[in-house]
């Protein structure tokens, strides 16, 4: 099947020729030959690298593949309808539950974006939900484009940054998403819906719960001409402490948060991880004032909701960091990073985020809720 060649305009093309070792953005000429696999090893589709394998993956290049795939679940002689579809990107927050998958992997590979719209103060610029966020990012601020800089860094795919709404460093992607596309397994179409519609929230959006029915193709984001710096979150004002406002860029804002992120977390290469485990949860006024006569150095922010309260903080004082159960552990450094030091399957990983729920409910009264996709 013929890749997609629509989608990235010269301008992409020519900004992309000196980065293509590093990035996934430029648009592939060659057929997607490898576009039903069978029986596909999954420890490497995953950042936490838990052993499993699938039976059925498909390697989703464009548009055309989306539809093809369509009929080809449909068509009963397959013997796929019915079965759970799951949409992959980079695997940075999934975790595969059972050595073997039973749901058919549709992994997203469509490359290329486009500046779609452009006047004095913005751009709106469409990529393909297979970019790499990080590289996407990277692009957007050498082009002075800026909304999206305090998020350098982040692991994962464009078309999974809407799903739970990332967010890091007084950042959320919401703020920048003017509307998504996707393809819609129940009718065969494709919809785009705005910014308004997703209904985003703290790690959350309609994409987040929902059946594997809607498939993120494209999102279109609406990115500022002119740079301000955001420094709403107290460690990206730290780290511009003393510096001349005027000379700073998008640019030198995502380097420097990337050298923050390397600091504190782990890299999924060495040790596989998915980031943040857990959710900060969110309780009462009254349940946290009770909880800090006991805890005066709880970490709390206010939320319009009550109090969120930092889930690391529970989970330390809960004396998992660091602690090592068979092949898991929390990391050493960041104890909201549950780490992968090579179990032996994923009942060691469930088991061991279990016991970190019930421990910090008995002690705490909070039921910590993992913020990774599970899928068995
Ligand atoms: C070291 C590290 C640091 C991280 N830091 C942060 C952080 O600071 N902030 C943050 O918010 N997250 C963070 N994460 C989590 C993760 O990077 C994000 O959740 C990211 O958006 C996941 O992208 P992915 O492509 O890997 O998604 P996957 O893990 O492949 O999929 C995640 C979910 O999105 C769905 N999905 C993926 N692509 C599509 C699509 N095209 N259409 C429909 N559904 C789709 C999947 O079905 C699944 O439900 C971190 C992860 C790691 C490993």
Redesign the pocket.
């Known amino acids: 099947m013929p890749a997609n060649t629509n989608i990235s305009t010269n301008y992409t093309q020519e900004k992309m020729q000196n980065s293509e070792k590093r990035t996934r953005i430029s648009v592939s000429k060659t057929p997607n030959t490898n576009f039903w696999q069978k029986d596909i090893n999954l420890k490497d589709k995953?950042?936490m690298h838990l052993k499993a394998t699938v039976k059925d993956f498909f390697s989703i290049k464009d548009d055309r593949d989306l539809i093809a795939f369509y009929d080809i679940y449909n068509n009963d002689a397959n013997g796929l309808k019915g079965r759970k579809i799951?949409?992959?990107?980079?695997?940075?927050?999934?975790v595969f539950v059972n050595p073997v998958i039973d749901a058919v992997i549709l992994k997203?590979d469509l490359c290329g974006y486009n500046i779609i719209r452009s006047n004095e103060d913005n751009v709106w610029v469409c990529c393909k939900?297979g970019v790499l966020?990080r590289d996407f990012v990277w692009e957007m601020c050498e082009n002075n484009y800026s909304g999206l800089e305090n998020l350098s860094g982040?692991?994962?795919?464009v078309?999974?940054?809407p799903?739970?709404n990332?967010?890091?460093y007084g950042m959320e992607v919401k703020d920048t998403i003017d509307s998504v596309r996707?393809f819609d397994m129940n009718d065969g179409k494709f919809h785009t819906i705005s910014n308004k519609d997703c209904n985003f929230g703290y790690?959350n959006s309609i994409?987040k719960y929902q059946d594997?029915s809607?498939?993120?193709s494209d999102v279109t984001f609406k990115l500022n001409k002119h740079f301000s710096l955001n420094t709403s979150y107290s460690a990206v004002a730290k780290l511009f402490e003393g510096v001349d406002k005027t000379n700073i860029t998008p640019t030198i804002v995502c380097e420097k948060i990337k050298q923050l992120r390397n600091s504190k977390?782990?890299d999924?290469n060495v040790l596989g991880?998915?980031?943040?485990f857990f959710k900060n949860p969110v309780i009462s006024i009254e349940h946290y004032e009770k909880l800090h006569k006991i805890y005066s150095d709880i970490v709390a922010f206010d939320d319009k909701e009550g109090k969120k309260i930092g889930a690391g903080w529970l989970i330390e004082k809960c004396g998992f960091k660091g602690k090592k159960i068979g092949g898991i552990s929390m990391y050493d450094k960041q104890s909201l990073v549950l780490v992968n030091h090579g179990a032996k399957s994923s009942k060691e990983l469930i088991d061991y985020a279990q016991e970190v729920i019930q421990t910090v409910k008995l002690r705490f009264d909070i039921t910590l809720v993992a913020e990774p996709?599970f899928l068995s």
């Not at 991880?273 to 943040?276: K, P, Y």
């Open positions: 995953s950042t799951f949409a992959l990107g980079e695997g940075s927050n999934t997203m939900s966020f982040i692991y994962g795919t078309g999974a940054a799903v739970q990332i967010g890091a996707y790690r994409f594997g809607k498939i993120i977390l782990p999924p991880n998915c980031g943040s996709h």
